[in-house]
């Protein structure tokens, strides 16, 4: 990917992005918010958004989590990963508060309690490489929620890939689900496939796909497609 282009699709196709969005954004916090009872540390999180574009998503965790009935906080630091420079400085803009890098790389080991990350695996070249680096910087009471609908069982994304290379330049790796947990179980990772959406979506705004992606051939695929979308829960193995 063109890590110097101004935007991810152009000046529309992200502004549509960050409206279209939060609905995932707000399932993927549930999710976080359910399992925290549970499977996280309790105390304040140092937290990192994979793929976050211009900080839309971490700024809903910081409403949603900043603040406890308690008066405390849930969160200790925010923090993002942008490859595209200029998403990155209006993220960076939104939280002067929170810190950005451009890859996972740059993230300092056993640093982070909760990573999340909503649609950008599929962006991933090297699963095995990305999975050992989220297993080095999580610490080892911590978690990471990672959010996909691009992904090798969804037929409509299949048909998407192409015209998004034509388009766009994005190049898209094909991952199977079923590959995803079994390289996060072999990393040293107890792998967890939830449904970001809890409950199928009986209603769906129909806008036919302007710039030649995005269509659906029935009403039954785009009716589908939320409950396509698949949460994986990486918690090292403890
Ligand atoms: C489909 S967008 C999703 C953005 C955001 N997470 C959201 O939910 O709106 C994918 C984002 O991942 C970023 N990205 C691309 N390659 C990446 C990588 N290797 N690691 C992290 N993010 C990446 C893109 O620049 C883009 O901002």
């Known amino acids: 990917m063109d890590c110097n282009r101004p935007y991810f699709f152009d000046k529309d196709g992200d ?3 960050v409206k279209q969005n939060p609905v995932n954004w707000q399932a993927l916090a549930n999710l976080v ?3 925290s009872r549970t499977s996280l540390p309790q105390r304040p999180w140092d937290i990192l958004d994979l793929g976050c574009h ?3 998503f971490l700024e809903l965790i910081n409403n949603r989590f900043g603040k406890r009935l308690d008066g405390g906080s849930f969160i200790k630091s925010l923090a993002g990963v942008e490859p595209i420079e200029s998403a990155r ?3 960076e803009k939104r939280m002067p508060w929170a810190t950005f890098d451009a890859w996972i790389e740059e993230t300092p080991t056993c640093s982070i ?3 999340v990350g909503h649609e950008f695996l599929y962006l991933v070249q090297d699963l095995y490489f990305w999975t050992r680096q989220l297993k080095r910087i999580l610490r080892p009471e911590g978690g990471a929620f990672i959010s996909l609908g691009s992904h090798g069982e969804n037929t409509a994304w299949l048909r998407w890939r192409k015209p998004l ?6 190049t898209s790796y094909i991952y199977q689900p079923i590959n995803i947990l079994d390289t996060g179980y072999h990393a040293g990772f107890n792998m967890e496939l939830h449904r970001l959406h809890t409950q199928p979506q009986t209603e769906m705004r129909y806008s036919p796909p302007e710039d030649g992606w995005g ?3 029935s009403a039954k695929e785009a009716l589908d497609f939320q409950q396509q979308k698949y949460v994986f829960i990486f918690y090292p193995k403890r």
Do not use: Q
């Open 54 to 56: 211009t900080g839309g």
């Open 165 to 170: 290379l034509e388009l766009y330049g994005h």
């Open 215 to 217: 269509e659906f051939v």
């Open 89 to 91: 400085d209006e993220a």
């Open 113 to 115: 309690d909760l990573v």
């Open 33 to 35: 918010e359910r399992e």
């Open 15 to 17: 502004e549509r992005m």
